[in-house]
Structures are given as structure tokens and as C-alpha cells.
């Protein structure tokens, strides 16, 4: 009969079509911890382009939060968590509460108290400035795709539009931000967590930045018990 904590958990998927699958277990051994755990699917960047994934992400935090009797949901204590291309998403979502164009319909605000990002993209153009084994520029990229199927560079307007940084600002109350990156990720540089923290310090914003040492793209140290307590403790601070 206990309420308790939500955490919404985007699973990255380079934007493309998510295998929910992928983090069900490490999912589901958080939620051992006291949690309810809800996985978020998005629509694929070929069957909708930004910011489709940050309208259904909301779509769904809304529906949960409607459901929060049935589903043993403490109103008052939501955070937003997600990997790669989900923590982008996840971190849209926060930032960008009360914007109507990031909303497929009218309802009641997410009351996020926290927000967690693994090693998430924050700036599309600038991925390919760090070494990545990946292209992140060409219409067929995952970033491309994002914006429609066209190049990021050749589309900096579009490109624009998914940068985080450019929705934090002095004025916008921002839940507290936990960043968890590793300094040897072959698909998101590093330099991607940086940029995001150094703008929410400027900003006068409540982050925490973890480097992983020699940590790659989705490595399962991610999952390990002492990152989950580092996530856990930095949570439970946040939501009260």
C-alpha cells in the first residue's frame, strides 16, 4: 500500500526504434531500492523527427501520473533518468516544462525533482569534433535522422532547436542534474557532458559531473551496484 518514487527511464537508441529489452533487468534491480520504474518508448526518428521524443516522454509521464493510485506513485517525488539518446531526452523533457511546443496535448506539469543523464548528446553539431567511431553529421547519422533525415551541419536551425544548453537559463527553475559519463565513449565524446555542465554552473544550477575513467558507451559498470548508489543516494536528496 506504500507510495513511492517514480523514476521515468528513457533507454537510448540513437533515436531510432528502442529495444526496451536492452534495460529491463538493470531496471528492475533500481526499482528493488524502493522505486516504481516506468520505461518510456519514444517514436523512432524515421517514423518522427525531433521533437517527437520529447512529446511522447511527456504523453507517457503524464499518463503515470494519472494512473498514480494504481500504480503506487508518489506524486511529489518524480525524477527523470536516461542513457544516450534517452538522456537527451530525458534532460528535454526537464528543461523544457511548460513549453506548449514540446506538448502533444494539455495537462498537469511534470513535478520533476531530479534529473539523471548518461552519457547523453547535448550538441549534435559539435559531436564530430572529438573523436567518435561514429558519424554524427551526415543525413543518415543518428543526429541527422533526428532532425529529419538531413545534415546537421547543412541545417543549423534545425540542429539548434536539440541543443539542452540552449534551455537553461538564470530565470528557469531547473531540478537538481546528476551527469554520468565515461572518458573513453566511442559514440558520445565526453566533451558532449561537459558542455551541459559547464552551462548549468554558469547558470547558477544545481549539477553534479562523474567521469568515468575508461569508461565506454553503455559499459555495464554503468549498472554496477556503487554507480546505483551514487545515483540513488544523489536522488533521494533531490526528491525528499
Same mark, same amino acid.
Given at each position: 500500500?506504500?507510495?513511492?518514487?517514480?523514476?521515468?527511464?528513457?533507454?537510448?537508441?540513437?533515436?531510432?526504434?528502442?529495444?526496451?529489452?536492452?534495460?529491463?533487468?538493470?531496471?528492475?534491480?533500481?526499482?528493488?531500492?524502493?522505486?516504481?520504474?516506468?520505461?518510456?518508448?519514444?517514436?523512432?526518428?524515421?517514423?518522427?523527427?525531433?521533437?517527437?521524443?520529447?512529446?511522447?516522454?511527456?504523453?507517457?509521464?503524464?499518463?503515470?501520473?494519472?494512473?498514480?493510485?494504481?500504480? @503506487?506513485? *508518489? &506524486?511529489? !517525488?518524480?525524477?527523470?533518468? +536516461?542513457? $544516450?539518446?534517452?538522456?537527451?531526452?530525458?534532460?528535454?523533457?526537464?528543461?523544457?516544462?511548460?513549453?506548449?511546443?514540446?506538448?502533444?496535448?494539455?495537462?498537469?506539469?511534470?513535478?520533476?525533482?531530479?534529473?539523471?543523464?548518461?552519457?547523453?548528446?547535448?550538441?549534435?553539431?559539435?559531436?564530430?569534433?572529438?573523436?567518435?567511431?561514429?558519424?554524427?553529421?551526415?543525413?543518415?547519422?543518428?543526429?541527422?535522422?533526428?532532425?529529419?533525415?538531413?545534415?546537421?551541419?547543412?541545417?543549423?536551425?534545425?540542429?539548434?532547436?536539440?541543443?539542452?544548453?540552449?534551455?537553461?537559463?538564470?530565470?528557469?527553475?531547473?531540478?537538481?542534474?546528476?551527469?554520468? @559519463?565515461? *572518458? &573513453?565513449? !566511442?559514440?558520445?565524446?565526453? +566533451?558532449? $557532458?561537459?558542455?551541459?555542465?559547464?552551462?548549468?554552473?554558469?547558470?547558477?544550477?544545481?549539477?553534479?559531473?562523474?567521469?568515468?575513467?575508461?569508461?565506454?558507451?553503455?559499459?555495464?559498470?554503468?549498472?554496477?551496484?556503487?554507480?546505483?548508489?551514487?545515483?540513488?543516494?544523489?536522488?533521494?536528496?533531490?526528491?525528499?
Amino acid at each position: 500500500d506504500e507510495k513511492l518514487p517514480l523514476a521515468i527511464f528513457i533507454p537510448g537508441s540513437a533515436w531510432r526504434k528502442q529495444n526496451i529489452d536492452d534495460t529491463t533487468a538493470q531496471m528492475a534491480n533500481f526499482a528493488r531500492r524502493g522505486f516504481v520504474v516506468a520505461q518510456i518508448e519514444y517514436r523512432a526518428s524515421s517514423v518522427a523527427k525531433f521533437p517527437a521524443q520529447i512529446r511522447d516522454t511527456r504523453t507517457a509521464a503524464r499518463f503515470l501520473l494519472s494512473h498514480a493510485e494504481e500504480f @503506487h506513485i *508518489d &506524486k511529489e !517525488r518524480v525524477f527523470i533518468w +536516461g542513457d $544516450s539518446s534517452g538522456a537527451h531526452t530525458a534532460v528535454m523533457t526537464a528543461l523544457t516544462e511548460g513549453d506548449p511546443y514540446f506538448a502533444d496535448e494539455e495537462g498537469e506539469a511534470l513535478p520533476i525533482k531530479a534529473i539523471v543523464d548518461y552519457y547523453g548528446p547535448t550538441d549534435i553539431a559539435k559531436m564530430n569534433f572529438e573523436p567518435s567511431i561514429m558519424d554524427h553529421i551526415s543525413s543518415d547519422s543518428p543526429e541527422g535522422m533526428l532532425i529529419g533525415g538531413k545534415n546537421v551541419l547543412e541545417n543549423p536551425d534545425l540542429a539548434d532547436e536539440t541543443v539542452v544548453m540552449n534551455y537553461i537559463t538564470k530565470e528557469k527553475e531547473i531540478a537538481p542534474m546528476l551527469i554520468i @559519463h565515461g *572518458d &573513453k565513449d !566511442r559514440l558520445v565524446p565526453f +566533451g558532449q $557532458s561537459i558542455l551541459l555542465y559547464n552551462k548549468m554552473l554558469e547558470m547558477g544550477k544545481e549539477a553534479r559531473l562523474i567521469k568515468m575513467k575508461w569508461g565506454d558507451h553503455g559499459a555495464e559498470d554503468f549498472w554496477s551496484d556503487r554507480v546505483f548508489d551514487i545515483v540513488e543516494d544523489f536522488v533521494r536528496k533531490s526528491i525528499g
